[in-house]
């Protein structure tokens, strides 16, 4: 196993991807390719699904959060394992309708959704839709009446939280272009305004504290200052949340650096939390919705390409290029994410050429990863960057009119196509 059960090697010394062989489906599926094992993400969905119903309550469900990855594919298979989505554009609410997902199911997000979002959302019937302002709040009233709907609403809190330095009142997170935040007033004023209209129903809150969290005390935290607002709000207001969306945002190892993480038990013992302070704050418990991205499909996809030029500039360093970059992985450009990159070819020599892996666009920030080692290639060899399921395809586009890569789903052994290449003629056909 290299990182994630997903890659291992065979006897050939290849790489292999949910047990196909990665120089194989490279030949069969041309490169750049993305590769999706999709029975490792609806395994990940039923740990997700099981351990909500168990720590969170019955009627806990996980919703996935498809700007990580979203194709027709993948609302189809998220509905079988039965989660519910968040949508973050009218561009996924229309994929997912298209793809028959139940649209009761979902979540609609966005700082800043328009009038025509909002019609759009109430038209497709979307369960809920999380209201980021008081202006939308508005909006949402006058568009409904006009529909004569009674929309379902949570309201997006800012609680006021770094993840990362776990500093519960921090103005950083004060400061943001989501939600209306606690520690201003602002929030308590949302609920007011909401509570007024006679036509929207108000079922709870949404918060999400950020990404790539290894434990569980950011989510604690929010819960506490969430489950807090929820008693503040009900003594002020006399309105009790039943809904609590803490939105997503669990981690992934992307490299050996990054630790592992057990779900199940950081969903454990953020259970016992909640039902803690839901006693301290004499609150009833709400029910309870995350919305994982990332930790559902990442780990589960992976990216090949073919090796071209190899080069060594004496004195300073190794570059190898591939035939793809930042038009399907923009993340190392964008925030220097870091990728677990291998010869796929010759996965079981020793990782001993040290490089920085270049793409092919015409721009010298253009690169995958800096300062990782692997079996040198030469030029031919199938180059894997592992761990690239969840906002790679979904961040691609077509930088330098290069065409983006196909989806290629892995399950019980075989492959097909779930999205397909784009040609050249797909990039030029909206050109008048
Ligand atoms: C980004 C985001 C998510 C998903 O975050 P992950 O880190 O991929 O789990 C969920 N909910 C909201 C509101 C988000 O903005």
Request: contains cysteine; charged residues 20%; aromatic residues 8%.
């Amino acid at each position: 196993m290299i990182l994630h059960p997903t890659y291992e090697l065979n006897e050939t010394g290849h790489l292999t991807v949910a047990g196909l062989d990665a120089v194989e489906l490279a030949r069969e599926f041309g490169t750049p390719v993305y590769l999706l094992d999709t029975d490792a993400v609806r395994a990940q969905c039923r740990l997700y699904r099981e351990a909500f119903r168990e720590f969170f309550g019955e009627t806990s469900l996980p919703a996935f959060a498809g700007k990580a990855l979203c194709y027709k594919g993948l609302y189809r298979l998220i509905a079988e394992e039965g989660i519910l989505a968040d949508c973050v554009s009218p561009g996924e609410l229309f994929t997912a309708h298209a793809a028959g997902f139940l649209m009761e199911n979902v979540f609609f997000h966005g700082n800043n959704k328009t009038d025509a979002d909002l019609r759009y959302a109430l038209e497709l019937g979307v369960g809920h839709i999380v209201a980021d302002g008081e202006d939308e709040l508005d909006a949402l009233d006058r568009i409904a009446a006009e529909l004569d709907v009674r929309p379902h609403i949570l309201l997006r809190i800012t609680p006021g939280i770094d993840p990362h330095t776990h500093k519960k009142i921090s103005t950083g997170n004060v400061d943001s272009k989501f939600g209306m935040a606690i520690a201003t007033g602002q929030a308590m004023e949302f609920v007011k305004r909401a509570l007024a209209s006679p036509r929207l129903i108000l079922d709870g809150f949404h918060c999400h504290v950020g990404s790539q969290i290894f434990d569980t005390e950011p989510f604690t935290d929010a819960c506490d200052i969430m489950l807090g607002f929820i008693a503040a709000v009900r003594s002020e207001t006399g309105y009790e949340a039943g809904m609590l969306n803490i939105g997503g945002g669990f981690g992934v190892r992307y490299t050996e650096a990054d630790p592992e993480i057990d779900y199940r038990e950081n969903i454990r013992l953020l259970g016992a939390e909640i039902d803690r302070m839901c006693g301290v704050y004499g609150v009833s418990k709400p029910r309870i919705v995350m919305e994982p991205g990332r930790s559902i499909v990442a780990a589960a996809g992976c990216t090949l390409y073919t090796c071209g030029t190899v080069k060594t500039i004496p004195g300073y360093r190794s570059y190898i290029s591939v035939d793809g970059g930042m038009p399907d992985n923009p993340r190392y450009a964008l925030y220097q994410s870091q990728y677990t990159v291998l010869n796929a070819s010759r996965a079981n020599a020793k990782a001993d050429f040290t490089c920085t892996v270049a793409g092919r666009c015409c721009e010298s920030g253009d690169l995958l990863a800096e300062g990782v080692s692997l079996a040198k290639p030469s030029r031919g060899d199938i180059i894997a960057v592992l761990v690239t399921g969840a906002y790679n395809y979904s961040m691609a586009s077509n930088y330098n009119r290069i065409p983006r890569p196909p989806v290629v789903e892995l399950s019980g052994g075989s492959a097909r196509v779930a999205v397909r290449r784009e040609t050249y003629a797909d990039v030029a056909a909206l050109d008048c």
